[in-house]
């Protein structure tokens, strides 16, 4: 089993426990009075949504302590297909309590406790449209920047006000102790959320950073510079990701990730690359020298460990080749001497980022380069198409145990690529995928 597997399975077990604590206190402590199965079923549901709810904060507060070795982008993943059920299980709590007896109704009559009735009714949709926002984002036309905005401040109250409903029920909750408890396990996702939202933003005003250099790039694409303003930097592995605050203020809805595209030798300077692909990678050629910006990371598991492989394959869709420039240009000062392939997919030959610097590596590195495009030029000599599995039969090692393989870049281009590694007989555990839909 390899280590990202044996590290997933633990993560994955912590997680289990912490989501199931808030209910296991409450059945520590059971009630005294007996009600039937399904109006006990449907309270216990409502507290095992609290503890669904609570980890969400901790598994989306991009946190580097979580689940490292299993990367950020796929604890996010994680995080957005657990909050359907936790949707699901804020609705079945009070739908399952109101068939078994329909005398719970009168929680959500106005004309009995006006208080209750209107928080409960609020808790249940902003849950809905807690969900609804995140997974159709932009369907709904919400930006990024106000989703975050918004996805904290329903997050906040709904965990919060699920935690004083509980305690105000006070049937499996009764006891100061059993509230105690629950208060204590609660407080700490409340916390951790507001130290990723409001503390975290304060430290980083002590670090800031400042754009040094703004580089036009093929693609319709631009690489900014950035430099430590006053401190040591910010170590980071060739392969992670970041996410960056151009302004005088951390304190911004404008936050956007990227991969680092420079070698990881320097911890004080930095590059990163972007394509114009949204409003904010827009501007990126009109950032002025001199801009201050406020930078959180590093995250991601996408690291390779070149001495641990007998040959690392990177395959690049795009602009996904930035983290792989990141390994390339690192490996090149490290002098590493473990074969590398990489296949870089693009349309055109005009849009191939750093195809000159590639050149050069491949005469400095033991590179192997394979540049693959969907619409070449007549006189083209090199591959054509799209990465399937011909062509990675062609071009890759034939042997390939003890490789390890790296794949970035657009959606369609990734689940190609996977595809035909595995039917080449390669195990999904030596494949890495790095997916930029963080937002």
Known sequence: MSEVARSTIKWLSIYVFLTLLPLGIALANPPAEARGFWVEAGALLGLLGLGVLAMQLVISGRHRWFAPEVGLDNTLQFHRRIGTF??????AHPVTLMLADPGFLAYLDPRDETLRAVSLSALVAATAVLVVSSLWRVSVGLSYEWWRALHGALSLFIVAGGLGHALMVDHYTSGLLTKALLVAVILVPL????????????????????????????????????????????????????????????????????????SASSSERFAFTSKALGDFSR??????????????????????????????????????????MSMLRTYRQQGISTPLYLVYANDVWED???????????????????????????????????????????????????????ICGPEPMMNAAEQALISLGVAPARIYSDRFDLV
């Open 86 to 91: 936790a949707l699901l299980l804020v609705l």
């Open 191 to 262: 916390l951790l959320l507001l130290d990723s939202r409001l503390f975290r933003l304060l430290r980083m005003r002590r670090r800031p950073w400042r754009v040094a250099a703004v580089e036009p790039e093929r693609g319709d694409s631009t690489t900014l510079v950035l430099e430590a303003d006053g401190h040591r930097g910010m170590p980071f592995l060739p392969g992670q990701f970041f996410w960056v605050t151009l302004g005088e203020t951390p304190f911004s809805l404008q936050q956007h990730p990227f991969s680092f595209a420079s």
């Open 283 to 324: 501007r990126l050629p009109e950032v002025e020298p001199g801009t201050r910006a406020w930078v959180e990371g590093p995250y991601g598991a996408f690291v390779p460990r070149p001495a641990e492989s007998d040959a690392l394959v990177l395959l690049a869709g795009g602009v996904g080749i930035t983290p792989i």
């Open 352 to 406: 191939v980022l750093f195809r000159e610097e590639l050149d050069d590596m491949a005469g400095e590195l033991p590179l192997t380069l394979v540049h693959v495009l969907s619409d070449p030029p007549s006189a083209w000599n090199g591959e054509r198409g799209y990465v399937d599995t011909g062509l990675l039969r062609r071009q890759l090692p034939v042997d390939g145990q003890g490789v390890s393989y790296f």
